[in-house]
């Protein structure tokens, strides 16, 4: 069924585990026993269950911010103030107010945090809006506010992803072929060295920070290329 054929009264599912679950589909769909997986933010996460929880699809991983499974009881808990001002539109999103302004200024909010995430990332409007013609579906807004909503528990959880998801809160460590990567500029690096989440990665592993902000596929797209293929040579 496609998006539009949805009401918007139809639940998304929103749990963390299930967007690594349409993956695991994806790759039985296309036949792909085993694959390098590459990403940023949510990309990440969702390469780093994946890579945790089902490491003989894996051959290598190249996960941006390191390891970024969610870990709900951390998520309750405050951080220092500069970090929680970085993290605003997380709360802005628990409100009504947050969902009708996501709803409304879709295309607007995209732009401001693209560029409050990448501060020396200077982008064309035609490559923001590439991007931001995906906003455009009837799932993006309950998605984002749904997922946004569930990680600081304000949301229901799917009882479908109830043992995965006790799994994931033991934040299982990842033992496939790993480079990390860190923005020198990304408000979310926890640290430029990558040592705060190094213990996480038991497997190969290299780490690398590049001079950009946090959307380091498109700002560094030759740099995050090789990282791909080096990952490969783990």
Known sequence: MDSSERPASTPRNVDQAAFALDIIALLD???IERAILAGYDWGSRTGDIIAAMWPERVKALVSVTGYLITNLAAQRKPLPPKAENDWWYQYYFTTERGLEGLTEYRYDLGLFIWQFNSPTWKFSTDTYSRTAAAFDNHDYVP????????RLGLYPSEPEYAGLEKRLQASPKIAVPAITIDGKYDPFTPAGDGSSYRAMFTGKYDHRTFDVGHNVP?????????????????
Do not use: H
């Not at 998605?143 to 569930?150: D, H, K, L, S, T």
């Open 143 to 150: 998605i984002v506010i749904g997922n946004y909503r569930w």
């Open 218 to 234: 498109q700002e560094a797209p030759r740099d995050f290329a090789q990282a791909v293929i080096d990952a490969d040579r783990l």
């Open 29 to 31: 769909a296309l036949k």
